[in-house]
């Protein structure tokens, strides 16, 4: 039997609360726009990714990008979590969390030699190559340090994951990985150059797939691929099958844990290899809410337009992707219902969190949540109109603490100088 799903965010007469702390005591304290994470959700989302694969050798390298916070992935680390950096600063983060090094794998198409050196003093589990001409360098590196650098290549499959295009990396189109084509070629590169060690292959092919075909078409071909390689002398155990896993924003119903690890038994399961997942999206989209307050209201013709103080600048998803995030009201919902266009402070009309809604009444001073803003939404925020980054909350049972400070007006310009002489 399984435990019913963890609900992170119940509503108690009628007032929105993080496990069992009301969201408005919170933002009474720390002020908004804020960020509050359950840890209860995420250590949900981790097991339940766990539990599926519990049957083989696998580690989950959760992929910090989506949400690099230190207390959030202190939190999943603990829990067993590797991580999936992409720069020296995730890197720098994933170790300052507490993270294993051996449970480290580093992906992304530009990895520069200082990148490379850290990671390996660090002793990461392995690198995913995006080019030959990065396999080179890493050989080295790696040589120059006296080091041998375990490797996989990130291998493009042209499988279209069927999600938005910026967020589409496994078609030829893409920058990402090598074409599986030119795959054999490459390895033996790699096992002619004395400072890298081959152990697996690697396949992301997207971010927000609600449907397993991708999946497993993608892992059919990295299937081929790895017989084929082994038959070339290759000894491949590992195989990295990315993240990507969807989540609901609105009506979509993304393959569950267990549907996902068949697939992937499925496919790769008689190869033995240990697998590493990168998901991201899957862990922490849905432990996190993004609360804003209504600054003002006013209406054209065609618009009814609720100012928040919220902005692009603290939640991109809904600017750069047109994006589907729900908002509810923080309070409990007020009479009367109306389409509005909820709006962020920012100078630009792509400054939106949500879109033609219909929506209870708002007042000025209300609180209004944005959901599945766990994964990619503090991340991606930035300075942009001079607005201080916000604050973030992690919160467990009826306790919280503040796990990142709002920034401050001195944050703003740290680091910046007025040469006078010049
Ligand atoms: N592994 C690699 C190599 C990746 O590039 C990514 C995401 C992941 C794992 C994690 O994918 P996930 O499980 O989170 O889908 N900013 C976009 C998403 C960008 C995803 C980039 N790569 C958004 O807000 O939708």
């Given amino acids: 039997m399984s435990n019913p799903p963890?609900?992170?965010f119940p509503r108690r007469d009628g007032n929105l609360h993080v496990e069992d702390v009301p969201v408005a005591e919170i933002a009474a304290q720390t002020g908004t726009p804020v960020y509050l994470y359950s840890a209860g959700a995420l250590e949900a989302a981790h097991d339940a990714l766990a539990a599926a694969f519990a049957g083989r050798p696998h580690v989950i390298c959760y992929a910090i990008k989506a949400n690099m916070n230190l207390a959030v992935v202190s939190t999943l680390v603990k829990r067993g979590a590797g991580v999936d950096v992409t720069s020296r600063g995730e890197l720098f983060r994933a170790l300052r969390a507490g993270a294993d090094a051996s449970k480290i794998v580093y992906s992304g198409v530009g990895k520069r030699d200082d990148e490379i050196q850290a990671a390996l003093e660090a002793g990461i589990k392995m690198f995913n190559?995006?080019?030959?001409?990065e396999l080179?360098?890493?050989?080295?590196?790696?040589?120059?340090?006296g080091v041998r650098a375990p490797v996989a290549f990130r291998v493009n499959p042209d499988v279209d994951p069927k999600t938005h295009p910026y967020i589409s990396t496994g078609l030829k189109t893409s920058k990402f990985g090598i074409p599986i084509g030119e795959a054999v070629e490459a390895y033996a590169e790699a096992k002619a150059l004395s400072h890298v060690d081959v152990r697996g292959v690697d396949c992301h092919i997207g971010s927000q797939l609600v449907s397993i075909d991708p999946f497993a078409d993608a892992l059919a071909l990295v299937r081929n691929l790895v017989v084929e390689l082994r038959a070339a002398g290759h000894a491949i155990d590992v195989i990295d099958v990315g993240g990507g896993l969807g989540v609901t924003y609105a009506e979509e119903v993304p393959p569950?844990?267990?549907?996902?690890?068949?697939?992937?038994?499925g496919s790769v399961g008689d190869l033995d290899c240990e697998i590493v997942l990168e998901p991201g999206r899957s862990i922490t989209a849905n432990a996190g809410i993004f609360v804003t307050q209504v600054l003002y209201q006013k209406g054209t013709d065609d618009k009814h337009f609720v100012i928040v103080d919220g902005a692009m600048n603290d939640l991109l998803r809904p600017a750069l992707y047109g994006s589907y995030q729900r908002v509810e009201p923080?309070?409990?919902?007020?009479?009367?219902?109306?389409?509005?266009?909820?709006v962020g402070p920012v100078c630009e009309?792509?400054?939106f969190l949500a879109k033609d809604r219909s929506f209870p009444r708002v007042e000025e001073g209300d609180l209004l949540a944005v959901r599945s803003a766990g994964a990619y939404g503090f991340a991606m925020s930035s300075n942009y109109n001079g607005r201080p980054r916000a604050a973030e909350v992690l919160v467990r049972g009826d306790q919280y603490r503040v796990v990142r400070e709002r920034e401050s007006l001195e944050d703003l310009i740290r680091g910046e100088t007025i040469p006078e002489d010049l």
């Fill in 349 to 351: 009309s792509g400054d």
């Fill in 330 to 342: 923080v309070g409990p919902a007020r009479g009367g219902v109306q389409k509005i266009d909820i």
């Fill in 136 to 145: 080179r360098h890493i050989d080295s590196v790696a040589g120059s340090l």
């Fill in 256 to 265: 569950s844990p267990a549907e996902y690890a068949a697939a992937v038994e």
């Fill in 129 to 133: 190559v995006e080019s030959r001409g």
């Fill in 6 to 8: 963890f609900e992170a």
